[in-house]
C-alpha cells in the first residue's frame, strides 16, 4: 500500500532546542499539507505546498517555524527554537493536486517539548 | 467564514447500538466538499466518505450510513449495530471550491466514541 511516512513517530526535547520533522508524500502526490493536533485547538492546517512551492504558510508561527519541500519526495517542518506550547502531534498529508478527493495521511510525529 | 461544528465531544454506547454523530457546516460556497474521517487509538487518520455539495443522495457503505441535508447544513455520520473497533475519534471536514485545487480541508473538533462490551 502506498503510504506517507513521517519521521521521527516521537520526540522528546527540550524548550530551546531544534526540532525537525519530516515526511515522504505519496509518490505522484504533488500537494504536501502540514497539520498540528492538539487538545485544545483540534487539527490546525499550518501550511501546504504544491509542485514544491508553498501555497499558503498562514498558519504557521513564522518566527519559529519553517516548512520546506527539498524535493518531491520529501517535505520538512522545522521550529527552532522549540517552546512547550509547540508539544502537540504533527500530520503530514498528500494529495494527488487538482482532485479534491482523499487526502492520504501519515501517523503522525508526536512532539514533546519540556 | 467556514466553519464545522461537532457539538458531540464524546459519545459513549455499549456494543450493537446504533449511534449518530452530528455534523454541522458553514460556507458562503455553492460548490464545496464533505469529508468524514476516523482516527482510531493508533492516531492515524483515515478517510470514510466525501460528498459534493451537488450530491444529497445518502450514502451506505456497510454499517457506514450518511445523511447530507444542505437545507439545516448538516452532514452527519450513523453507524449501526456498533462494535468495540468502532472506537475512535470522528472528524467531520469541510473543503470549500476555491480550494478544490488544494485540497484544503477545515476540520470540526472530533467525537471521540467509546463502544463497550
Known amino acids: 500500500d502506498a503510504r506517507v511516512t513521517q519521521t521521527p513517530r516521537h520526540k522528546v526535547t527540550e524548550m530551546g532546542q531544534e526540532v525537525t520533522m519530516r515526511c515522504q508524500p505519496i509518490?505522484?502526490?504533488?500537494?504536501v499539507f502540514w497539520y498540528r493536533q492538539t487538545m485544545m485547538q483540534g487539527l490546525e492546517l499550518l501550511a501546504y505546498?504544491?509542485?514544491?512551492?508553498?501555497?499558503?504558510d498562514s498558519g504557521m508561527p513564522k518566527d519559529r517555524f519553517s516548512a520546506e519541500m527539498p524535493d518531491a519526495t520529501l517535505a520538512t517542518l522545522k521550529i527552532q527554537p522549540s517552546e512547550p506550547r509547540d508539544s502537540a502531534v504533527y500530520f503530514c498529508?498528500?494529495?494527488?493536486?487538482?482532485?479534491?478527493?482523499?487526502?492520504?495521511f501519515g501517523e503522525g510525529s508526536r512532539l514533546t517539548v519540556l | 467564514a467556514q466553519k464545522v461544528t461537532q457539538a458531540q465531544t464524546e459519545i459513549s454506547v455499549v456494543e450493537k447500538e446504533d449511534v449518530t454523530l452530528d455534523c454541522v457546516y458553514e460556507?458562503?460556497?455553492?460548490?464545496?466538499?464533505l469529508f468524514w474521517y476516523k482516527q482510531p487509538p493508533s492516531g492515524e487518520l483515515v478517510f470514510l466518505i466525501r460528498?459534493?455539495?451537488?450530491?444529497?443522495q445518502n450514502e451506505i457503505s456497510g454499517r457506514y450510513s450518511w445523511n447530507f441535508q444542505k437545507s439545516t447544513s448538516s452532514f452527519n455520520f450513523t453507524i449501526t449495530a456498533s462494535q468495540v473497533v468502532d472506537s475512535a475519534v470522528y472528524f467531520c471536514?469541510?473543503?470549500?471550491?476555491?480550494?478544490?485545487?488544494?485540497?484544503?480541508?477545515?476540520f470540526g473538533q472530533g467525537t471521540t466514541l467509546q463502544v463497550k462490551p
Open positions: 460528498r459534493n455539495s451537488f450530491d444529497e
Open positions: 498529508a498528500s494529495v494527488r493536486g487538482g482532485n479534491t478527493g482523499e487526502l492520504f
Open positions: 505546498f504544491r509542485n514544491r512551492a508553498p501555497l499558503d
Open positions: 460556507t458562503r460556497d455553492t460548490t464545496y466538499y
Open positions: 509518490l505522484g502526490h504533488n500537494t
Open positions: 471536514a469541510l473543503s470549500e471550491a476555491r480550494n478544490s485545487n488544494t485540497g484544503k480541508l477545515i
